[in-house]
């Protein structure tokens, strides 16, 4: 971020958590083209995503953060060479087998989004195991979007209302916006208060679609294995400034 702050201190005096999202989600964005620029193979990029991913988590903990999501694996990434798919899979196993027990150490809860159709089966059965390891846990929340993709989540959603319906267990005229949140993969997760994107891309790419209604939208120009503790903190001092209005005429603090 161009302009981040000096120190490294934290975004919200100690004693004043009334701004402070509940929610965070990421897009963590610019892999390739951080390694591009040190003329190393794009996986190398991912590779140091997975790095800045830890601090990012660490710095969560920190701030004693309810919620985070992340962005990990897009249903559309698919599309990219064999190789960077399998580098990206393989990345997911070595952080379940180094970080998931650190993680249920400090009390982090996992929940995966996404569609488990088409992952390898070894893959599947690492991400079912990060989530039954930790189900019991109540500090922070982490939800990991893997083989995600927003338009997709919402299909499933309609075809199981769709089923229920025809089987008689629900009227097409019970099919309302909690009926639906209800069928999608973040079903009893508050939506994002806040979004951060790296790369200085601003787009939503498929990510979150419902979810983020009433999200506010914070673009960071660094490359995501760039993105430190001081840009995390520069996003939540612009999320303090912001006037939420959840559609109202009245603008309100950014409490959530
Ligand atoms: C976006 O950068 C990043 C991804 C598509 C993958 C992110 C994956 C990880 C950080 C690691 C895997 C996840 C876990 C949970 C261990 P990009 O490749 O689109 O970058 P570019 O826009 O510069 O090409």
């Known amino acids: 971020m161009h302009d981040a702050p000096s120190s490294s201190s934290l975004a919200l005096p100690d004693n004043d958590q009334s701004t402070m999202p509940h929610h965070i989600a990421f897009i963590m964005d610019g892999n390739g083209r951080w ?8 996986i190398a990029g991912h590779k140091a995503g997975v790095e800045s ?17 992340l962005f990990s694996f897009s249903s559309e990434n698919w599309s990219r060479p064999a190789a960077e798919v399998d580098a990206i899979m393989g990345l997911l196993r070595r952080f379940v087998k180094s970080d998931l027990a650190e993680l249920n150490a400090k009390n982090v809860r996992i929940r995966i989004i996404g569609s488990r159709q088409n992952l390898p089966l070894d893959v599947a059965n690492y991400l079912m195991e990060a989530e039954n390891t930790t189900q019991a846990n109540t500090g922070l929340t982490l939800v990991v979007a893997f083989n995600y993709g927003s338009r997709d989540e919402i299909s499933r959603a309609a075809q199981r209302l769709a089923e229920k319906v025809a089987a ?6 019970d099919i309302n916006e909690s009926a639906v949140s209800a069928e999608l993969d973040t079903a009893g997760l508050p939506d994002p208060d806040m979004l951060i994107r ?5 787009r939503l790419s498929n990510f979150l679609l ?6 506010e939208f914070i673009f960071i120009d660094v490359f995501w294995p760039d993105f430190c503790e001081e840009d995390f903190d520069k996003a ?6 912001r006037h939420r ?12």
């Open 35 to 42: 390694a591009q620029q040190r003329g190393l193979p794009r």
């Open 53 to 69: 991913l830890r601090k990012t988590i660490a710095h969560a903990l920190k701030l004693q953060l309810k919620y985070l999501t």
């Open 168 to 173: 008689g267990q629900l009227k097409p005229q």
């Open 198 to 202: 790296t790369s200085g891309e601003h």
């Open 210 to 215: 419902w979810q983020n209604a009433y999200t």
């Open 236 to 241: 939540l001092q612009i999320f303090a400034k």
């Open 245 to 256: 209005r959840f559609g109202n005429i009245c603008a309100t603090k950014s409490v959530v």
